[in-house]
């Protein structure tokens, strides 16, 4: 099976191999210097300003926008969610609980939100912080996350972007693009296993931090964190909570593959592979959610069902070996699916290939016609 959803996504041989090892102890010296790449490498994907700080948890990319959340806002801070689909929701419900007061500035699926809507808001009430999701994994919608930073920072707010969808795919230079906290999750494009939270905070939601008043859950607190990471990176490891020593390895070995050839290489790699599939899906006679194909994300690809094909298409698609994902946003879920391209498969020509024939065929049998052949070429050149 092919495993080509928006994550968890096909694994490098290397980090396969690396994930398969015995667990070490979170105090092994190899889990040491593997755990302190990790960090290292994560400054360098991410871009970081001089003074930040990585954090890996165990968990997903839940753990991580809830720890940005409890780490940089306190009950009471107006802060603003652009809303583009089902992660921006989930993240305003994490801000509520926290007590914050939620300006949503939001968009219709397929759609984005301006950097001038997003200063009307600031304009109307000043904010602690914005937060933005990078890609919308629910409708395949990139965020102009440089546009709307430059606008929080006018107005003095933090900026917080969930990443977990784009991060190592989508370009973002943490430190240029003036971002407060990038978060993502190992089992998207940075090529590991599910399991890692992973987030890098800036000095400025380092400060924001010392500054609560109400402090974060121990569990997810950057300062609880904060020495145990720096002991790892300087090769002195210290306990707080057990890591997934497992998903470390993996993860050391995603990041030897991004970083032997640059974060800038992956963006690269990533915006071609997704330019090679949008080819494909024209000649397949299909259509994206996006409403215009400059917002549509490089990671992932959402379709909209042509006419007389849903969901049931799917399974055809996966007795061809290759597995898609159905819709998530809540008003359009039953109209379209999604098809993961990002990570290791960038590499692998042959397997976007499969992967589009499989979808051609079984659309095919919905009684859909497309150019096969052409959309097969578009892909595999
Ligand atoms: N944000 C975005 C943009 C996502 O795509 C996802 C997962 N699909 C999450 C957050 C939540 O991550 P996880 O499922 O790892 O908790």
């Given amino acids: 099976m092919l495993l080509m959803i928006p994550g968890p996504i096909e694994l490098s041989p290397a980090v396969k191999g690396a994930a398969a090892l015995p667990a070490p102890s979170h105090v092994a010296p190899e889990l040491v210097a593997a755990f302190g790449r990790v960090l290292g490498g994560m400054r360098q994907v991410w871009r970081a300003p001089e003074g930040a700080q990585p954090f890996v948890l165990a968990g997903s990319g839940t753990l991580a926008m809830e720890m940005a959340v409890c780490n940089v806002v306190d009950p009471g801070d107006a802060v603003v969610v652009v809303d583009t689909g ?46 933005v999701t990078h890609v919308d994994t629910s409708t395949g919608v990139r965020a102009d996350v440089q546009g709307i930073a430059r606008v929080a920072k006018a107005h003095g707010a933090l900026v917080v972007v969930d990443g977990v969808c784009a991060t190592a795919a989508e370009r973002l230079d943490q430190d240029a693009d003036g971002v407060d906290v990038y978060l993502t999750a190992s089992q998207k494009a940075v090529g590991a296993p599910p399991g890692l939270a992973m987030l890098v905070a800036s000095p400025g939601a380092l400060a924001a931090r010392a500054q609560l008043s109400h402090l974060p859950p121990l569990s997810m607190d950057f300062d609880a964190w904060r020495p145990v990471m720096k002991g790892y990176e300087s090769g002195s490891p210290s306990y707080f909570a057990t890591p997934a020593t497992s998903l470390i390895l993996a993860a050391d070995a995603a990041f030897a593959d991004l970083n032997a050839s640059g974060v800038e290489a992956s963006w690269s790699r990533h915006q071609a592979t997704a330019d090679r599939m949008r080819a494909a899906w024209q000649h397949l006679g299909l259509t994206l959610l996006p409403h215009d194909e400059a917002i549509a994300a490089n990671p992932l690809s959402a379709i909209r069902y042509p006419d007389g094909v849903d969901a049931s298409f799917l399974a055809g698609v996966r007795e061809r070996g290759v597995v898609l994902a159905g819709g998530l946003h809540p008003k359009r879920k039953t109209q379209y699916f999604r098809v993961g391209h990002m990570g290791w498969v960038t590499t692998r020509p042959d397997l976007l290939a499969a992967t589009v024939r499989a979808i051609g065929e079984s659309l095919s049998d919905a009684g859909h016609r497309g150019d096969i052949d052409a959309a097969v070429v578009a892909v595999a050149g």
């Fill in 86 to 131: 089902y992660f921006s929701a989930r993240m305003a419900i994490m801000l509520e609980r926290r007590g914050a007061q939620v300006q949503l500035v939001s968009a219709e699926p397929g759609h984005t939100v301006a950097p001038d809507e997003v200063e009307a808001a600031l304009q109307q009430r000043p904010a602690r912080a914005v937060f």
